[in-house]
C-alpha cells in the first residue's frame, strides 16, 4: 500500500514537470512559427493552409494528455 502510494506521488509530480515543459515548449513553439512568418511570406501561406478548425493535436499532446495523466494519479493517490 505505502508503495503504491510512493508511485502514485511520483505520479503526479512527473505529470506536473511535464505540463510546465509542456507550456514551455508551446511559448517556444509559437515564437519561432510567428517569427518564421514575420520573415518568409511562404511560411505563413503553408500556417495558414493547414490550419484546421478545432483543437489542434500539438495543444492535445502538450496539455490533455498530460492534464489526464496527472488525473489518473490523483485518483491512484487517493484510493
Not at 500539438?58 to 496539455?63: E, K, N, P, Q
Amino acid at each position: 500500500m505505502l508503495a503504491a502510494r510512493v508511485i502514485a506521488a511520483f505520479g503526479v509530480l512527473l505529470s506536473i514537470a511535464w505540463l510546465y515543459v509542456s507550456r514551455r515548449q508551446w511559448r517556444y513553439s509559437v515564437y519561432v512559427y510567428g517569427r518564421a512568418e514575420k520573415e518568409f511570406p511562404d511560411v505563413a501561406d503553408m500556417f495558414a493552409r493547414r490550419n484546421q478548425p478545432g483543437l489542434s493535436g500539438t495543444a492535445v499532446m502538450a496539455y490533455i494528455v498530460p492534464a489526464l495523466a496527472f488525473a489518473m494519479w490523483l485518483v491512484k493517490l487517493s484510493e
